[in-house]
Each structure stands twice: as C-alpha cells, then as structure tokens.
T-cell receptor, first 111, second 117 residues
Framework: GQQLNQSPQSMFIQEGEDVSMNCTSS?????WLWYKQDPGEGPVLLIA?????ELTSNGRLTAQFGITRKDSFLNISASIPSDVGIYFC???????????FGTGTLLAVQP | NAGVMQNPRHLVRRRGQEARLRCSPM?????VYWYRQLPEEGLKFMVY????????ESGMPKERFSAEFPKEGPSILRIQQVVRGDSAAYFC???????????????FGPGTRLTVL
C-alpha cells in the first residue's frame, strides 16, 4: 500500500530558529497536505499543494510539492513556542479521497 | 460556523463492552471519514461514508467494527466487544466535495480517546 515517510522523527530547537521537515513516498500523489496536531486535539490543515513544483506560503510556513510528485517539504521560519506539536504530511489516496498520513515529525521549541 | 464535533471526547470501556463514537460534520458537509491513531503513530484511514451510504470501508477491521451515517443525525462508529488493542484516538473528518474551492479538504474533529481496561 501507499506509505509516506517523514523525517526527521523529532526536532528540538531554540526559539527563532528555522525548521525544515520533509516527506517522501514510494508512489505518486496528486495532492500533498501538511497538518499540525496539538496534544489532545485533531489535525489542523496548514497548507495544501495541488501542482507538482508548487511552492506555497502561509505566514511563516512554506511548503513545496516535489516535481516528481513523490515528495514534499515544509519549512517554518523564526520558530516560536506555539509551533510545538506534531506535523504530519498527507496525500490523497485513491478515488475516494481518503488521506494517507505520514509518520509525523515532533517539534519542540525551547523559549 | 461550527467545526466538526465529536463526542464523547474520552471514553473508557471494559473488555467485552461496546463503544459508540459520534461525529457531527461541519454544516454543509455530507461526507465523513473515520481515522484511527495509535499512540505515537500517524492517522490510519478506516471508513468513508456519505449520507446513508458506505463508500469505502477498506480500512475497517472485518469484525466487531461498523459505521453508519444516517440521513438525520451524526455518523456513528461502533466497536463491539472491545479489546485492549482497540485503545486509540478515533478522529472523524468531514468534507463537502466541491472541487476548485480552496477549502475543499477534510477538516478534523477533536477526536475521541478510547481506553479499554
């Protein structure tokens, strides 16, 4: 089945640092999504990418949809304590639009 | 505009009991997805429903699990005769299937955390 591998698994950084995480797949996806999950909550959509090569920003977040359609990265600039959480990439799997989620990247920000 | 609602937020059951998890989608959304998240893992798709129809249940365990989305009322995920391995967070997401719109993506509820003793 389709799988998404995320790296790194976890990151521990100082406030103000930039962060980069990426997601790779063994198969092609037509859409890449990035979600953030806070403890005890559901995932919240951060950025959606629909075209290969697309680069999209949302405030301090920037994400790109790889040209091969098998990878994507998410950058967070000037991190702040509220960026703490787990970041998941996801892609639409098949005709029913179900989401295939990555393994997650845990981000911890030291004030 | 109310978001996706799930209840209960926390549910404790003993082995062998039944668990009923409810999901009310966002207003105007007629599609519901259920996902399961084990500790320290990503979400795994279980089932996709439209009103009164199960569209894709390829992620549902073959036994003890069932889901419905009636014409009126919330979607319900039912787990019969729960076992310890059913302990997880269960999320539903709603979607309205309008291609071309910026928000044509799934929006998630806060989840139900099921603990089986």
């Amino acid at each position: 089945g389709q799988q998404l591998n995320q790296s790194p698994q976890s990151m521990f950084i100082q406030e103000g640092e930039d962060v980069s995480m990426n997601c790779t797949s063994s198969s092609i996806f037509n859409t890449w999504l990035w979600y953030k999950q806070d403890p005890g909550e559901g995932p919240v959509l951060l950025i959606a990418l629909y075209k290969a090569g697309e680069l999209t920003s949302n405030g301090r977040l920037t994400a790109q949809f790889g040209i091969t359609r098998k990878d994507s990265f998410l950058n967070i600039s000037a991190s702040i304590p509220s960026d703490v959480g787990i970041y998941f990439c996801a892609g639409h799997g098949g005709a029913t639009n179900k989401l295939i989620f990555g393994t997650g990247t845990l981000l911890a920000v030291q004030p | 505009n109310a978001g996706v609602m799930q209840n209960p937020r926390h549910l404790v059951r003993r082995r062998g009991q039944e668990a009923r998890l409810r999901c009310s989608p966002m207003k105007g959304h007629s599609h519901v997805y259920w996902y399961r998240q084990l500790p320290e893992e990503g979400l795994k798709f279980m089932v996709y429903l439209q009103k009164e129809n199960i569209i894709d249940e390829s992620g549902m365990p073959k036994e003890r699990f069932s889901a419905e989305f009636p014409k009126e009322g919330p979607s319900i995920l039912r787990i019969q005769q729960v076992v310890r391995g059913d302990s997880a967070a269960y999320f539903c997401a709603s979607w309205r299937d309008l291609p071309g719109l910026a928000d044509n993506e799934q929006f998630f509820g806060p989840g139900t955390r099921l603990t089986v003793l």
